[in-house]
């Protein structure tokens, strides 16, 4: 069968480090509180010159020399992001150009289960035969949409891009790729987690809104829900699992999903503590770093999953 697999992983973060202790010098805040309440210790924020397309392009570029590809390899290009360059054109298209690839390139915007979306998107396009290599990508600098007088988001957060490359390949049932995929959004619950802005609406870029206690109520629930769902599809049960690499928005929703689900959490993939929540960018982030410390390796069966505002959610099991 026609599989989407993983050739290969990159990502990138802005140069600026800042630690808890830093912001508590501006913000009503302390590392502990922090730390206690979501197991962020620092993260990583965009500097002059670094944008969501400069981190794409260097996560991307990282993917496909891991890959071992040339960018002429490359015939689709999907980015995920919530805070693209410009209102348009599409930063995949300068992605794609930066690289020098041809095909198609479109951004998705689904916040932070943006990454899932992009990989489902790309494995359906490769199984049609509307591409045969893709670059799929999560890049967002969250940092420039926050309000740094609001506590209780302002911390939450960190930029950076991180990058995979599917491929298009002949192989068995139970060889490499993605596995299956599955996406969910229920609107009426946007209001509990969006921006308050937008070229249609305010006509500014607006600032991230969100409400902590309701988000957390429903990740757990939906994340646990969706997970067991491609599971089921898959004909695997969590045991099965060799890894979860799961949106890394706060520790206490990503050790309540686990439970959950009654995985051991030495399977769980964590990176919440050295990026915070970096949106669309925090699952192939946590995949790429997994990849590289020798975690994850060929034959893994890894589960990926997000949430984000919309609510969007979604998760994509796939065979290394």
């Not at 996560?59 to 919530?82: N, Q, S, Y």
């Not at 209001?191 to 600032?207: A, H, I, N, Q, R």
Request: a negative charge; glycine letters at 12%.
């Amino acid at each position: 069968m026609i599989r989407s697999v993983v050739k290969g992983s990159g990502s990138a973060l802005p140069r600026r480090v800042v630690s808890n202790e830093e912001l508590a010098k501006t913000v009503d805040t302390s590392d502990e509180w922090i730390v206690e309440r979501t197991g962020i210790r620092q993260r990583h924020i965009a500097g002059e010159g670094e944008t969501t397309g400069t981190l794409a392009t260097e996560a991307a570029r990282k993917a496909l020399a891991a890959a071992g590809l040339e960018p002429g390899a490359v015939d689709l290009i999907v980015l995920a992001t919530a805070t693209p360059d410009q209102t348009f054109p599409a930063t995949a298209t300068t992605v794609q150009s930066a690289l020098g690839c041809t095909g198609a390139a479109f951004d998705v915007g689904a916040v932070c289960s943006g990454f899932i979306y992009a990989v489902g998107i790309a494995d359906s396009m490769i199984r049609t035969g509307m591409a045969k290599c893709a670059v799929v990508i999560g890049a967002e600098t969250f940092s420039r949409i926050l309000d740094w007088d609001d506590r209780a988001t302002c911390v939450l957060f960190g930029d950076g891009a991180g990058a995979m490359v599917l491929c298009a390949e002949d192989v068995a049932q139970d060889g490499p790729g993605v596995i299956a995929t599955r996406l969910h959004a229920a609107g009426e619950h946007r209001e509990l987690l969006y921006v308050d802005g937008g070229p249609s609406s305010t006509g500014t870029v607006g600032k991230v809104r969100m409400k902590g206690r309701e988000v957390f109520r429903h990740a757990v629930v939906n994340l646990a829900e969706v997970l067991q769902e491609v599971l089921g599809e898959a004909g695997k049960s969590p045991g099965d699992l060799d890894w979860v690499v799961p949106h890394q928005a706060n520790r206490r929703i990503l050790d309540a999903t686990a439970k959950k689900l009654g995985l051991p959490p030495e399977k769980v993939v964590v990176t919440v503590d050295m990026h915070a929540n970096t949106s669309a960018a925090s699952v192939p982030l946590a995949y790429d770093v997994a990849v590289r410390d020798g975690r994850i390796k060929p034959g893994d069966l890894v589960m990926l999953e997000a949430m984000g505002g919309g609510f969007t959610w979604g998760a994509s099991l796939l065979r290394v």
